[in-house]
């Protein structure tokens, strides 16, 4: 197998406020290979953004703080970097596409600007020479009249451009490791089914690392290798894409597989996953999901089950399955 391209272990983020601490991510463990798109899903709320920030080092500190856990990139451990070493890193050999377009994007500051200046700031490239790059870049991203795009102002895009601008930033200097938080949230279905095609390209033909995190299992089947399925902050079941699809394990994700609308089945009302997420300041014990299984035992509620190999690269965290 490849050398891993990401390795995190045991990492915890904690944010402190004034009614207590919140485990955001507590002891979160994966893997990510080159030129390989790793998923990560779950409901709002159970660390999915907060574990692609940790790993970027964009944790606003305070109230955060990453607690505890190693973070290696490209042989490279982030946790024991300088602020200086890390801006070298972001934008550059690794990026991320921010889940809003339109406050991510500066509204004073052209398109062309934007995508620019991490060009010139990372590669050293001269006005004229950067200019050419970005449009290049917009023209790989598929957008038309690159020339004329170029110029205009994030205002005068429609969303689906404006989400091709912030792919095209992304992968201005060409990264190893791309995080796409929500890459097509509020996008109609066919601009996403235009923007995953896109990834799915870019993949192929820059051999880029990407890092999928959505709650929409649709995405995860169409674009990604190897899925990570996450509820209150902590990993409950990892298995290549079409294993979680044909064998859930853990009874959230099969929750969430039993949600998605089916052309198979005719159901007069959807599968609902009962009860609501737990508040961050006040934690089940044990397995966190307990208080909403339906399998729940009394060793659910007293001790934490770990990650156990059920074969096939498939790992859950169950008490029914160890």
Not at 249 to 260: D, F
Request: glycine share 8%.
């Amino acid at each position: 197998m490849s050398e891993k391209l990401l390795s995190v272990k045991n990492l915890k983020t904690y944010f402190y406020t004034e009614d207590g601490v919140v485990p955001a991510i507590d002891g979160v463990n994966f893997d990510v290979e080159p030129g390989e798109t790793l998923g990560i899903v779950g409901e709002s709320g159970c660390g999915k953004s907060v574990t692609s920030l940790s790993v970027m080092r964009l944790i606003p500190n305070p109230p955060g703080k990453i607690e505890d856990g190693e973070i290696t990139f490209d042989g490279k451990d982030l946790l024991s970097l300088s602020e200086a070493e890390m801006r070298k890193l972001r934008g550059n050999e690794m990026s991320m596409i921010f889940q809003e377009p339109m406050t991510s994007l500066n509204p004073v500051y052209t398109v062309g600007d934007q995508i620019t200046e991490a060009i010139k700031l990372h590669q050293g490239k001269a006005h004229k020479e950067a200019v050419k790059h970005a449009i290049e870049m917009l023209t790989l991203v598929g957008i038309p009249l690159p020339e004329k795009r170029v110029n205009e102002y994030p205002h005068q895009l429609s969303g689906g451009m404006r989400q091709r601008v912030m792919i095209a930033m992304a992968l201005s200097c060409n990264p190893k490791l791309l995080f796409a938080d929500e890459p097509t949230t509020a996008l109609d279905v066919t601009i996403q089914a235009q923007i995953l095609e896109l990834m799915k390209k870019l993949k192929r033909e820059l051999g880029t690392s990407i890092i999928l995190i959505t709650h929409d299992l649709g995405v995860i089947a169409e674009t990604v290798d190897r899925v990570i399925v996450m509820y209150a902050g902590r990993v409950v079941e990892e298995a290549p894409v079409k294993e979680i699809f044909k064998s859930p394990m853990h009874p959230y994700t099969q929750g969430l597989l039993n949600s998605i609308p089916s052309l198979d089945e005719r159901k007069e009302r959807l599968d609902s996953i009962k009860g609501t997420v737990p508040n961050p300041l006040d934690m089940p014990t044990g397995c966190r999901f307990h208080p909403r299984c339906p399998h729940v035992m009394d060793k659910c509620k007293e001790e934490k089950p770990q990650l156990e190999d059920q074969g096939k690269g498939h790992t859950v965290a169950c008490w029914l399955r160890n």
